[in-house]
T-cell receptor
Framework: GAVVSQHPSRVICKSGTSVKIECRSL??????MFWYRQFPKKSLMLMAT?????????EQGVEKDKFLINHASLTLSTLTVTSAHPEDSSFYIC????????????FGPGTRLTVL | RKEVEQDPGPFNVPEGATVAFNCTYS??????FFWYRQDCRKEPKLLMS???SGNEDGRFTAQLNRASQYISLLIRDSKLSDSATYLC???????????????FGQGTILTVHP
């Protein structure tokens, strides 16, 4: 299957700082990328869907000004958690899909964010 | 009602046991169905897609019942390495605003013990 990378894999930051997470599709063009959040022992919750070159579509209850998503190229999407607070601590996972991947979603390895 | 509901578990079974997970979905227009496996602190990995005719991959069998809106996963001859969280996922209808979106169930923890 296709490969999706995420960076960083783990980040610890102080409350009030902003954190940027990168999601890259390494061997296919990702026309769509999805960002999920997963709290301990809970399921993956979709935060937003981003299509290359256009604004992301956010799920209900997800603040677009707090979780900034940029999908400027067919291989890169970024999620910026602005002014992070301890309640933002979670496992953030991206997935990518595109015509070359038969629209199957391939998941990145996830980023574990801890806000102190 | 949640869009996708799954057996809460956890399931603790001995090696060699057969275990079944069920998952129901609320949107009758859903197009595609999947089972994922997620190991602790890792991303979910696709285990198998679920087709209307049912499909089998080795010890794993997946079934879809569109009339009752549920999918199931059967694991035969459980191995220690099958211990993981199993998530069902449903993909939205083609062309709708939910197209391409995967909605996951809450996951069922399976522990296979010696």
């Amino acid at each position: 299957g296709a490969v999706v990378s995420q960076h960083p894999s783990r980040v610890i930051c102080k409350s009030g700082t902003s954190v940027k997470i990168e999601c890259r599709s390494l061997d296919f063009q990702a026309t769509t990328m999805f960002w999920y959040r997963q709290f301990p022992k809970k399921s993956l919750m979709l935060m937003a869907t981003s299509n290359e070159g256009s604004k992301a579509t956010y799920e209900q209850g997800v603040e677009k000004d707090k979780f900034l998503i940029n999908h400027a190229s067919l291989t890169l999407s970024t999620l910026t958690v602005t002014s992070a607070h301890p309640e933002d601590s979670s496992f953030y996972i991206c997935s990518a899909s595109g015509w070359t991947s038969n629209n199957e979603q391939f998941f990145g390895p996830g980023t574990r964010l801890t806000v102190l | 009602r949640k869009e996708v509901e799954q057996d809460p578990g956890p399931f603790n079974v001995p090696e060699g046991a057969t275990v079944a997970f069920n998952c129901t979905y609320s949107n009758s227009a859903s197009q595609s169905f999947f089972w994922y496996r997620q190991d602790c602190r890792k991303e979910p990995k696709l285990l198998m897609s679920v087709y209307s005719s049912g499909n089998e991959d080795g010890r794993f069998t997946a079934q879809l019942n569109r009339a009752s809106q549920y999918i199931s996963l059967l694991i035969r001859d459980s191995k220690l390495s099958d211990s993981a969280t199993y998530l069902c996922a449903v993909k939205g209808q083609t062309g709708g605003t939910s197209y391409g979106k995967l909605t996951f169930g809450q996951g069922t923890i399976l522990t296979v013990h010696p």
